[in-house]
């Protein structure tokens, strides 16, 4: 299995802020993910991202609001926006060493917009 | 697209007591995956299933890959307190271009002492 550190573990933002996780991973992985975590549901892919191109965004997300890098196998950032109250939740990232395999998950960021 | 229920979703138990919960599909995966996740912290994968039928054990969690690929289900012996967490089934079906996994909404076990 890959470990997967991601920072910060939590937030408290304002709100029209921004805040960039970070996900690092000990070995090069196929496949790395966003998703949120809402209070008490499950997990909402946000997008894959594709290393040297563009993140792949599922609907009702959008570039401007998470935009995401992946500069290589091992790591990816992601950015929440001009933050709302709404934004909080927890944001996860999530690697599959390769395609068709199992995913593991980052302990998660917890984020509290104000 | 693919839709994952998941049940129960809440399960309040006594330490000592089997647990059942499963997942069902209204489509076919050719993985399904169990998970934990503690207050806190990210889900944390328990057992991966490859194969339609397969059973697997791990220490006190047993899962099924159902034999239809609709659906899976996992049990966990003899609760303790620390089994305390919601548990995630996940299905892939990883072919198609699509390698995403399909998460269940979860069910919540309370493990009283």
């Known amino acids: 299995s890959a470990v997967i550190s991601q920072k910060p573990s939590r937030d408290i933002c304002q709100r029209g802020t921004s805040l960039t996780i970070q996900c690092q991973v000990d070995?090069?992985?196929?496949?790395m993910f966003w998703y949120r975590q809402q209070p008490g549901q499950s997990l909402t892919l946000i997008a894959t991202a594709n290393q040297g191109s563009e993140a792949t965004y599922e609907s009702g997300f959008v570039i401007d609001k998470f935009p995401i890098s992946r500069p290589n196998l091992t790591f990816s950032t992601l950015t929440v926006s001009n933050m709302s109250p709404e934004d909080s939740s927890i944001y996860l990232c999530?690697?599959?060493?390769?395609?068709?395999?199992?995913?593991?998950f980052g302990q998660g960021t917890r984020l509290t917009v104000v | 697209g693919q839709q994952l229920n998941q049940s129960p979703q809440s399960m309040f138990i006594q330490e000592g007591e089997d647990v059942s919960m499963n997942c069902t599909s209204s489509?076919?995966?050719?993985?399904w995956l169990w998970y934990k996740q503690d207050p806190g912290e990210g889900p944390v994968l328990l057992i991966a299933?490859?194969?339609?039928?397969e059973l697997t054990s791990n220490g006190r969690l047993t899962a099924q890959f159902g034999i239809t690929r609709k659906d899976s289900f996992l049990n966990i012996s003899a609760s303790i307190p620390s089994d305390v967490g919601i548990y995630f089934c996940?299905?892939?079906?990883?072919?198609?271009?699509?390698?995403?996994?399909?998460f269940g909404r979860g069910t919540s076990l309370i493990v009283h002492p």
């Open positions: 996940a299905g892939q079906l990883n072919k198609g271009g699509s390698y995403i996994p399909t």
């Open positions: 299933l490859y194969k339609a039928g």
């Open positions: 999530s690697v599959a060493p390769e395609l068709g395999f199992e995913a593991f």
């Open positions: 489509s076919i995966f050719n993985t």
């Open positions: 070995s090069q992985v196929t496949m």
